[in-house]
């Protein structure tokens, strides 16, 4: 201590006037706060335990230098971190778009036979209607259902008027991807309530829309009057040339190498004849696969459902020379399997390490840099669309994101509206290859028909608000019941569909028989469904509803926690017997048999 300098230590400044930075200061207090409620400023961070708490409107607004200083402030430790996160994340990203394309290629492949034969000429606008949600939901894509629609119309096997119809349907049965993406979050209630809400905000636009849209097409054709006259100058000229998106030049190579879908055999099964005028009455007329020699596309003179990529020419894994229907039908419920597994396992890997990256960031920064313009967001989420080909590929990307509270629901709408707007232009796309007039009209009148429904909904707050809440109230429904999801796809997008197409089909018949029971048949739906409704809103039908599907879950959870609670219970059981000395009614016995003896 003798050789310390207490003048140094007198002329130096107090150890309590040295303050931290701000932004250090409130990094370190933010490592050991986890609730806004603990917090002077009352912001919600990523990874507090009340974050699913936070509403939209109970968020704060920050500066974009906020944004700016929380994007690119950070030590080279940091930085490391971030662009490993970021390398993984792109890696399950990937192998996410893979997962989606698989999925849409094994659909081709397991439902291509029946979603072909569903295409007719038939102008009954809820056939066609209920064709289109049928058709797009067994080929998972709107870009393929709404591709083939516009080449039946320019060979002339569907009228423009019938493929309008089968277009409104393909918009209403894209939606189901994303949907069945918002299930794999299905760990998390919060999260699936997020998620649900967000894919299914899709939904509820395109039912609104086809549901106003359907009646005032089907009594004045605006959209076929309007098409008509844009069209009326125009020549058919030479087909043009595919046009494949970057996306697709990514994944494709490694989807091709395991499954490729032979598209035209949809569309020569509803054509019913192939390109060369032979006769095509079902998928049978494609099999058995005849190879000869080297097993490649050259050497393959009749592929069936499972093709050869027509890029190189190689023939995928699960190709198979000599191959049935059956068999290739069984390879793609193979791949369709593999590609829910592939969605499943990226899905987790993504929103994990989102999380960790987002961990400790203020939802009023994210907010403020995702919250944008409504006519920027419709903006990007068309040309994301067009990019990657597939209004599919932009919602399921998103829909996680929503789940996790990064995009919000009212920002995840103008981008599906987009992403609408940005799946026409494959249409178009197919429009201009197949070099017909009437092709184009109906690619036309799928574009006016997403942007009259945009402009009908989504300028005016109260219209706006219309689909955002019925999405809201979905999502909540996935609380009271963790199933919901699986019900709502199997109600809405096949049991209703094919009830309608059944219905619709008995007044087409030229039968007074099938007419009388198409009517009594529509007497009793339409009973049922005003009863329903009266009991829903009079009788007190929501609460009761909500009662039985309360009362469902909490005997689930009892069931399930029953084991856990047994064991608790005599755990509890031991700790009073140690306490108070009691014996168990063995040892009583054993006591008494030795007393007797």
Known sequence: AKFINFDIMADTEPVEEIEAPEKDLEKDLSKNVNSRKDRPTHSTHFGDQDFFDETTDEIGDATWAEVCQTCCSHDAQEWAYILFGLSLGLFFLYFFLVGLELLGTAAKIVGGCTAGSLFGDDTNPFSGLMIGILATVMVQSSSTTTSIIVTLVGANVVEVKAAIYMVMGANIGTSVTNTIVAMGQMGDGNQLERAFAGATVHDMFNFLAVGILLPVEAATGFLYRITEAMTKNAEEGDKGEKWAGPLKKIVSPLVARIIVANKKVIQYVAAGEDGDGNTIDSCDSFYPVQCTGTV???????????????????????????ATQNEDQVSGGVVLFLSLVILTICLVGLVTVLQKLLLGMSTRVIYKATNLPGIVSIIIGCLVTLLVQSSSITTST????????????????????GANIGTTFTGLLAALVSGKVAALQVALAHLFFNITGILIFYPIPFMRNIPLNAARNLGKATRVFRLFPIVYILVCFIFIPLLFLGLSSLYTQDSKGYTVLGIFITIIMVSIVVYSLFWYKKKNGASKLYDCLIRRQNRTQTYKDLPDDIEYLKAEVERLKGHTGLEDEEDKEGDVEVVSS
């Open 296 to 322: 490649n596309k050259e050497n393959c003179g009749r592929v069936g459902l499972i093709g050869c990529d027509s890029d190189t020419g190689r023939c995928p894994f699960f190709f198979s020379n000599g």
């Open 398 to 417: 998103l829909t996680p994101l929503v789940g996790m509270g990064v995009i919000q629901l009212e920002a995840m709408l103008p981008m599906t509206l």
